[in-house]
Structure formats: structure tokens, C-alpha cells
């Protein structure tokens, strides 16, 4: 079984752009959650979707958003980006949600120049 | 607002040596707590989880840990760490409010096991 894919791996962009990362959870997986991970603030909640609908929502501002489409593939957009966005973003998928384990993937690192 | 304390923030045992990690939380409702582990190059990984019942968890490659309510903690053990142990570990916790429910996560322990 193929495991959470998330593209792309790494990624720079400059202040006030955007971008978008991808992921692909596990198939039959309904859930994808998001996370920010940094050395000083650990992982982070960004928001949980299940079937198409965001479910959770942790405290990051609007600039910070997310989808998910029918095929229970993710996007996570992040707009008019600062310095301080840098960071690792992980996708986690599971069957159900936040109870059932999650399972992660590697991640696309994200530097904000 | 929810947090979760992991005190320890960087381990250096050697091989053979007993291993426990601190973790507390500050949600005073009900919890399903977690511990999560990230090898070297590796993704993160589930480790173990607590919802109900017995305190004591086991999980995969000899760890466990216990929940203990009255302490908010929720302690990860393994009475004799491996070199393959050396990873970064993170308690998790999910409070429930309602039908809404919180994801936390610790800000990690780093674990270096010497041989």
C-alpha cells in the first residue's frame, strides 16, 4: 500500500508570493490533516479535512488555507507568505480522523526568502 | 488554551540504560493521548495510544506508557533502550469539547542512544 505522498519536496519562494503544496493520502484514507513543524514551536495543528469538508481548524490566520477534493487528495495554500512560514509542512491521512493513528508523510520544506 | 509539555528536550543514554520521557498536558476534560516517533530520515510514526481502560500501553518495540489522570501525565517508557531507539519522540493529545475535538502536540524530545 502506498504510504502519504506530499509534493513537492522542497520549495523556496520569496515574501508576499504564494504557494501551494499537494498531498495524497493513503487510499481509503477520508482524513488528511496538515502541520507546521519547526525547531522552536514543534508541530502545529493547521486544519483537518474529511470528505471535502474542513472538520478542525487549529490557530493560524487566513492566510493559511486548505481543500480537499473528492478523491480525498489535499492542497494547503499559503498566501502573501513572511519570513516566518518557513518551516516543514507535514500531511497526516487515517481512515477516520485524529483517533485513528495517523499516518504521515515526508513533508515539503518550505523556505520564505 | 490546551498544551502539552514534553520537559525533556534532549536525551543522551547509553545502550542498555532504562528510558523515560516526560509528558504532561493541561486539558482538564476528556482525553485520547499518543505518543508518535521520527527515526532518522524517517517519517513520523505512531508508537503507541491511550483512549480508555488500562492506564499502562504497550506499543511497538518494547515501549510503553502510562496515564496517569490525576497528574495530567502520560509518561513514555522502555527499561532498556537500543542504539535503533536514537530518534526524535512527541506526545500528542486530543481534548474533546462537544463534538469538537483539538489536536496538540509536544514540542519533541530528542533521544541519542550511545553505543
Known amino acids: 500500500k502506498a504510504g502519504v505522498t506530499q509534493t513537492p519536496r522542497y520549495l523556496i519562494k520569496t515574501r508576499g508570493q504564494q504557494v501551494t503544496l499537494s498531498c495524497s493520502p493513503i487510499?481509503?484514507?477520508?482524513?488528511v490533516s496538515w502541520y507546521q513543524q519547526t525547531p522552536g514551536q514543534g508541530l502545529q495543528f493547521l486544519f483537518e479535512?474529511?470528505?471535502?469538508?474542513?472538520?478542525n481548524k487549529g490557530n493560524f490566520p487566513g492566510r493559511f488555507s486548505g481543500r480537499q477534493f473528492s478523491n480525498s487528495r489535499s492542497e494547503m495554500n499559503v498566501s502573501t507568505l513572511e519570513l516566518g512560514d518557513s518551516a516543514l509542512y507535514l500531511c497526516?491521512?487515517?481512515?477516520?480522523?485524529?483517533?485513528?493513528?495517523?499516518?504521515f508523510g515526508n513533508g515539503t520544506r518550505l523556505t520564505v526568502t | 488554551a490546551q498544551s502539552v509539555s514534553q520537559h525533556n528536550h534532549h536525551v543522551i543514554l547509553s545502550e542498555a540504560a532504562s528510558l523515560e520521557l516526560g509528558c504532561n498536558y493541561s486539558?482538564?476534560?476528556?482525553?485520547?493521548l499518543f505518543w508518535y516517533v521520527q527515526y532518522p530520515g524517517q517519517h513520523l510514526q505512531l508508537l503507541l495510544k491511550?483512549?480508555?481502560?488500562?492506564?499502562l500501553v504497550k506499543g511497538i518495540k518494547g515501549f510503553e506508557a502510562e496515564f496517569i489522570k490525576s497528574k495530567f501525565s502520560f509518561n513514555l517508557r522502555k527499561p532498556s533502550v537500543q542504539w535503533s531507539d536514537t530518534a526524535e519522540y512527541f506526545c500528542?493529545?486530543?481534548?474533546?469539547?462537544?463534538?469538537?475535538?483539538?489536536?496538540?502536540f509536544g514540542t519533541g524530545t530528542r533521544l541519542q542512544v550511545t553505543l
Open positions: 479535512y474529511f470528505s471535502e469538508t474542513q472538520r
Open positions: 486539558y482538564g476534560g476528556t482525553v485520547n
Open positions: 487510499s481509503g484514507h477520508r482524513s
Open positions: 491511550y483512549f480508555s481502560g488500562d492506564p
Open positions: 500528542a493529545v486530543i481534548s474533546k469539547t462537544g463534538t469538537a475535538s483539538k489536536l496538540t
Open positions: 497526516a491521512s487515517s481512515s477516520t480522523g485524529y483517533n485513528s493513528p495517523l499516518h
